[in-house]
């Protein structure tokens, strides 16, 4: 069975950092593209970053700067590095891999205080 369990999500404050994982399993997980999407209340879900199985990386104009994705095929882990984190960075984060299917974690909640 597939997995992806996204973990090291919280509350943070404004301007603080935080790092999340994903760590997948039942994928060969080095041929997947890789992303990192969330979805806060009331909006609709939206591509935050992207890795390719060839490392090159996409990431939406309102974190560019501010976040890091980056993944490690030895370990089936992909992160994201969130760095000057912002009230309205609030919001549910899912991890998404893709290759001739589309599979998806759970989602973990990052809050960010004012």
């Known amino acids: 069975q597939v997995q992806l369990v996204e973990s090291g999500g919280g509350l943070v404050q404004d301007g603080g950092s935080l790092r999340l994982s994903c760590a997948a399993s039942?994928?060969?997980?080095?041929?997947?593209?890789m992303g990192w999407y969330r979805q806060a209340p009331g909006k609709q879900r939206e591509l935050v970053a992207a890795?390719?199985?060839?490392?090159?990386?996409n990431y939406a104009d309102s974190v560019k700067g501010r976040f890091t994705i980056s993944r490690d095929n030895a370990k089936n882990t992909m992160y994201l590095q969130m760095n000057s984190l912002k009230p309205e960075d609030t919001a549910v984060y899912y991890c998404n891999a893709k290759y001739t299917y589309n599979y998806w974690g759970q989602g973990t909640q990052v809050t960010v205080s004012s």
């Open positions: 890795i390719t199985s060839g490392g090159k990386t």
């Open positions: 039942g994928i060969i997980f080095s041929i997947h593209a």
